[in-house]
Antibody
Framework: QITLKESGPTLVKPTQTLTLTCTFS??????????VGWIRQPPGKALEWLAL???????RYSPSLKSRLTITKDTSKNQVVLTMTNMDPVDTATYYC????????????WGQGTLVTVSS | QSALTQPRSVSGSPGQSVTISCTGT?????????VSWYQQHPGKAPKLMIY???KRPSGVPDRFSGSKSGNTASLTISGLQAEDEADYYC?????????FGGGTKLTVL
């Protein structure tokens, strides 16, 4: 059974850097074809794809946020870390991580999500 | 890249069929057969319902089906049930990043 869980601060101040950790079980990020993605959802709004890292350390980023995002993995710890710099109140959202697989890097299952609020 | 276009809401009565459209461009929906659909109940994480345009993951009822024509993908839910009431999001590969639709709220009357 694959499970994922996000962890990190619930409140960050504007201009600070957000660091989120996705801890997973039930699969290995050293298995060919596997990845972990990050997606966010502002309150009451749509999903937004952020970043994805593959088993071979290939990394993909949303073009609009690429300059602010960094995704890394620690295969031995079964963790993926997403950092987002220069946080702004518009970045307030629930942040999800998800297992990615298949030729289209489909996302499933997802973690429960963690709400991050950006406020001074 | 811009979000894919979905109707904000659709509705149907139990037992009926509804179709949710997802319109993109030749750079995303029209250019690749990597379209997926996610179901999200209030306060819950999304769940993959359709991938590769029309394939269903194990455990997803066959009442859910997907298709694509040109730059528009569609999700059809037949034999509507109360538990199908949720938000639905399409997603397409767009040449390295992926892009989601704006979401559609399905109401079962």
């Amino acid at each position: 059974q694959i499970t994922l869980k996000e962890s990190g601060p619930t409140l960050v101040k504007p201009t600070q850097t957000l660091t989120l950790t996705c801890t997973f079980s039930g699969f290995s990020l050293s298995t060919s074809g596997v990845g972990v993605g990050w997606i966010r959802q502002p309150p009451g709004k749509a999903l937004e794809w952020l970043a994805l890292i593959y088993w071979d350390d290939d990394k993909r980023y949303s073009p609009s946020l690429k300059s602010r995002l960094t995704i890394t993995k620690d295969t031995s710890k079964n963790q993926v870390v997403l950092t987002m710099t220069n946080m702004d109140p518009v970045d307030t959202a629930t942040y999800y991580c998800a297992h990615a697989y298949g030729s289209g890097s489909y996302l499933g299952p997802w973690g429960q999500g963690t709400l991050v609020t950006v406020s001074s | 890249q811009s979000a894919l276009t979905q109707p904000r809401s659709v509705s149907g009565s139990p037992g009926q069929s509804v179709t949710i459209s997802c319109t993109g461009t030749s750079s995303d929906v029209g250019g690749y057969n990597y379209v997926s659909w996610y179901q999200q109940h209030p306060g819950k994480a999304p769940k993959l319902m359709i991938y590769d345009v029309s394939k269903r993951p194990s455990g997803v009822p066959d009442r859910f089906s997907g298709s694509k024509s040109g730059n528009t993908a569609s999700l059809t839910i037949s034999g509507l049930q109360a538990e199908d009431e949720a938000d639905y999001y399409c997603c397409s590969y767009a040449g390295s990043p992926w892009v989601f639709g704006g979401g559609t709220k399905l109401t079962v009357l």
